[in-house]
């Protein structure tokens, strides 16, 4: 199943030893999110902006008025909230997660904070519902790594950019820290690089300036051309 985009997803998982990811390309760990108020707590801690850096990633990534953002595994909107902001109201956040009890989050909080831009997207696990051509970048915050088969779905996202459009990924480095994940749940920058190249996307962009997390930004095969590596 598609988790959300949670940072702590897998540290109430069951134990389990997941296949390899670069054999499979399937989620490194399953998970229930219907526990709302719960995920609330966790994935909107204040603490959490010290490191996770929204602002910086959103700058990073040239979230700019007027753009069409994804924001798939949207969990209870931490970032959608700030990129809604960052597009403005001529601009469109579609917050897509595949928990119905999120997706209600994600409305009433849209709702609240008066952000019409902000919609939210219920989708099955194996699609992510994007308009044709209809979006200019992709967000995906700690949920690359809960998709299964991933190489089919990366089709799905390239069909639902616009030309130009990206994804970026941002997920948790291995390593001893005192939030995310199991190592055996993550996948490195590497492994996600070489499963986006498989598919025939290109790197175009790379920022490790986060304490835990890398950023990763892609281009469709269409595109990859002139990508750099």
């Not at 996770?52 to 953002?69: E, F, H, N, R, Y």
């Not at 616009?162 to 390593?175: I, L, M, Q, S």
């Amino acid at each position: 199943m598609l988790a959300t985009a949670l940072f702590l997803a897998a540290l109430a998982a069951p134990a389990a030893t997941p296949a390899p990811a670069e054999e499979n390309h399937d989620a490194t760990i399953h998970h229930s999110f219907d526990d709302v108020s719960k995920w609330v707590g966790v994935f909107d801690d204040p603490g959490r902006d010290a490191w996770q850096k929204p602002d910086a990633v959103i700058d990073v990534l040239g979230i700019a008025p007027g753009m069409t953002v994804a924001d798939l595994g949207a969990g209870t909107g931490y970032f959608s909230v700030r990129v809604a902001k960052a597009v403005g109201d001529k601009g469109k956040v579609l917050a897509i997660d595949v928990e119905p009890k999120l997706v209600d989050y994600l409305k009433e909080r849209a709702a609240k904070a008066h952000l019409a831009q902000m919609v939210a997207v219920l989708a099955p696990t194996d699609d992510p519902k994007l308009p044709a051509q209809g979006v200019d970048l992709v967000l995906i915050v700690d949920t690359w790594h809960h998709i299964d088969d991933r190489l089919h779905y990366l089709a799905k996202l390239a069909a639902g950019l616009k030309p130009g459009g990206r994804v970026a990924v941002v997920d948790f480095k291995k390593g001893d820290f005192p939030v995310g994940p199991p190592d055996a749940h993550k996948l490195e920058a590497e492994a996600v690089t070489a499963e986006f190249d498989a598919a025939g996307w290109g790197l175009a962009k790379q920022w490790d300036e986060l304490p835990y997390q890398y950023v990763l930004v892609f281009t469709p095969p269409a595109a990859s051309g002139g990508a750099s590596h």
